[in-house]
């Protein structure tokens, strides 16, 4: 079966960092893109980018180019999303998906995380 | 980037009768290779998003059939041929043809 777990709800003050995390588990994590998309409180869907595992390839929107950092180790199946200065506007939940496996070269999120929720507040 | 615009923004919906959603992008979703890379999600109050459609018209494993897509170009739709309790929630769009990905602004669809 596969599943995306994503690390706890976290909450921090404006300025600190943070690095959230998301596991794959029941598929080749090294041979699927991984996602994240951002859900403002009461807000729509909003991609940020998605990184291949297998030789950390990452494409980000220009959005959120320089505000965070995606990455993943692949020696444990794991994708992060990091901040290294957060501001209150960064409140959300953030979710990481799974495309479809790359030798099929289709593009659209078939399986995805729980969902993180940072709280940035002063 | 492409704009994604939804219609209606809510749609409340009578039990066993049909629900329509529409999703227009600003520009051709057909990619290079020849596929259209427009999938529909749907995410359930207090849930994750969760895959409904893919590729305009394919149900991903596990969507009833009452769940279809169809469209071309720029033009798309999402119908559900009778509405369940289960299916209150907010609907996307969301075209990965071209980057930086985007999503549609969601629809509610709501039980009258």
């Known amino acids: 079966e596969v599943q995306l777990v994503q690390s706890g709800a976290e909450v921090k003050k404006p300025g600190e960092s943070l690095k959230i995390s998301c596991k794959g588990s029941g598929y080749s994590f090294t041979s699927y893109w991984i996602g994240w998309v951002r859900q403002m409180p009461g807000k729509g869907l909003e991609w940020m980018g998605i990184i291949y595992p297998g030789d950390s390839d990452t494409r980000y929107s220009p959005s959120f180019q320089g505000q965070v950092t995606i990455s993943a180790d692949k020696s444990i199946s794991t994708a992060y999303l990091q901040w290294s200065s957060l501001k209150a506007s960064d409140t959300a939940m953030y979710y990481c998906?799974?495309?479809?496996?790359?030798?099929?070269?289709?593009?659209?999120?078939?399986?995805w995380g729980q969902g993180t929720l940072v709280t940035v507040s002063s | 980037d492409i704009v994604m615009t939804q219609t209606p923004l809510s749609s409340p919906v009578t039990l066993g009768q049909p629900a329509s959603i529409s999703c227009r992008s600003s520009?051709?979703?057909?990619?290079?290779?020849?596929?259209?890379?427009l999938s529909w999600l749907q995410q359930r109050p207090g849930q994750p998003p969760r895959l409904l459609i893919y590729k305009i018209s394919n149900r991903f494993s596990g969507v009833p059939d009452r769940f279809s897509g169809s469209g071309a170009g720029t033009d798309f739709t999402l119908k559900i041929s009778r509405v369940e309790a289960e299916d209150v929630g907010v609907y996307y769009c969301?075209?990965?043809?071209?980057?930086?990905?985007?999503f549609g602004q969601g629809t509610k669809v709501e039980i009258k």
């Open positions: 998906a799974r495309l479809p496996d790359i030798a099929v070269a289709d593009y659209y999120f078939d399986y």
């Open positions: 520009q051709s979703l057909v990619h290079s290779d020849g596929n259209t890379y």
């Open positions: 969301m075209q990965a043809t071209q980057f930086p990905w985007t």
